[in-house]
């Protein structure tokens, strides 16, 4: 059984920055898609940033250019660094591990807990 397990989020203001941190249990993301998906209350969760197991990655229109997904040499870790925060960033951010990152999790085998991120003055 794979254990994802994030880390980072918090509150900031509008226009700050924070770095998101997905560990796993082994080296997952060197086998699978390691995936940042975000869900806001109400609304369905979304992708955000994924990074496939050769490290080619893929963003959601709304993230890119202010989004970047990376992960450690030993691939246990996963990041999502975010810059340009908006109020509407604020979600519960998941981390998802599987073959393919689907538009809303599907594909995703294992996901962690998810982390807050608010974005608030």
């Known amino acids: 059984q794979v254990q994802l397990v994030e880390s980072g989020g918090g509150l900031v203001q509008p226009g700050g920055s924070l770095r998101l941190s997905c560990a796993a249990s082994g080296s997952i993301f060197g086998i699978y898609t390691g995936a940042w998906y975000r869900q806001a209350p109400g609304k369905q969760r979304e992708l955000v940033a994924a990074?496939?197991?050769?490290?080619?990655?893929k963003y959601a229109d709304s993230m890119k250019g202010r989004f970047t997904i990376s992960r450690d040499n030993a691939k246990i870790t996963v990041y999502l660094q975010m810059n340009s925060l908006k109020p509407e960033d604020t979600a519960v951010y998941y981390c998802g591990t599987g073959v393919v990152a689907g538009p809303n999790g599907n594909g995703m085998k294992y996901w962690g807990k998810g982390t807050l991120v608010t974005v608030s003055s």
């Open positions: 990074i496939t197991s050769d490290g080619s990655t």
